[in-house]
């Protein structure tokens, strides 16, 4: 649904970053080609981002709008609505609040 969600919208301005914090860099990348991933995605090796963020939970969606604020923020597994709604609120600059995703796992 990510990759999907990033070819239709890239185009739109709307730009997708994976964060790795938890698997060693040859998984990540095997993950990344299994399901032909091309939105870009960077190793957080010290989990120092997301401590910066307050991550909680695994998976975590961040938006942010053009000026790097979050506008909304979703934990656990984002559904395609939760996406969508994101995606607005980061175009439009109209913040949103944090909601429940679905399934997610605790971090380190």
Known sequence: MLERS????????VLFVGLNMQDVRGDA??????FDTTY???R?????VAR??????????YFLNRSGAVVA????AVSPSQ????IRAARSGAPLRTVQGGD?????
């Open 6 to 13: 990033w070819r239709s919208a890239r185009d739109r301005g």
């Open 29 to 34: 990348r095997a993950f990344l080609d299994e």
């Open 40 to 42: 870009p995605n960077v």
């Open 44 to 48: 957080d090796a010290t989990d120092g």
């Open 52 to 61: 910066d963020w307050g991550v909680r939970g695994l998976p975590e969606t």
């Open 73 to 76: 923020h979703v934990v656990g």
């Open 83 to 86: 996406l969508q709604a994101g």
């Open 104 to 108: 997610s796992r605790p971090t380190r």
